[in-house]
């Protein structure tokens, strides 16, 4: 079980797992990409969502663009996620991947013009995160819009992680507000949290 932690020792961590993140060779990343992309493919919840919200790789962070790919080509929705104003909580709208601009916290982003869909249409949503463990709690990026996004998606919505398995940590420190995921995806396997927790 994690044990409540402080912001501080979520900053080491984070910048910890930054840097060794980055270290990763541009190919091993890329190559690593793709067998996180076929794994999540193969997800019972994958298979079954009609709308999906993924996100645009930040720096050094799995590349999502084959999701994509594989999500338009099994007929699916594709939701981009977007800063609303001064919320922290994070809004979805629907685009191209390459009708995506920069956003204020650098990362791409719908344009205004793209229309928002409503979060309770979302059957799988794609959680960036710096840091992962066993029990699918996630280390983000610090900003905090996802873990505002995440208490707002309905129950049903399958919340899914991506990361390299040397983002798999033995416990990432967790706070009360943290919500930990349905599944985290790595190159070498498929993480699942205990069964007290699962999604009902």
């Not at 501080?8 to 910048?15: M, S, W």
């Amino acid at each position: 079980m994690n044990t409540i932690s402080t912001p501080a020792a979520k900053e080491a961590l984070r910048q910890r797992m930054l840097a060794a993140r980055a270290a990763l060779p541009s190919a091993t990343r890329e190559a690593a990409s793709c067998a996180i992309a076929a794994r999540v493919a193969a997800l019972p919840a994958w298979r079954e969502a009609r709308t999906v919200a993924l996100h645009a790789a930040l720096g050094s962070e799995v590349a999502t663009a084959e999701l994509a790919r594989l999500a338009l080509a099994e007929g699916k929705r594709v939701a981009w996620p977007r800063i609303a104003g001064a919320e922290r909580a994070l809004e979805f709208a629907v685009c191209e991947l390459d009708a995506l601009v920069p956003g204020p916290a650098r990362a791409l982003e719908p344009p205004a013009s793209a229309p928002t869909l409503p979060r309770d249409v979302i059957d799988l949503a794609v959680v960036p995160g710096v840091a992962f463990d066993d029990g699918c709690a996630r280390l983000g990026r610090g900003r905090g819009h996802y873990d505002a996004t995440l208490a707002l998606l309905p129950r049903g919505t399958f919340r899914l992680g991506l990361a390299f398995a040397a983002q798999i940590v033995p416990r990432v420190p967790v706070e009360p507000h943290d919500i930990p995921l349905d599944a985290v995806v790595t190159e070498e396997r498929v993480l699942l949290p205990s069964t007290e927790r699962r999604p009902g």
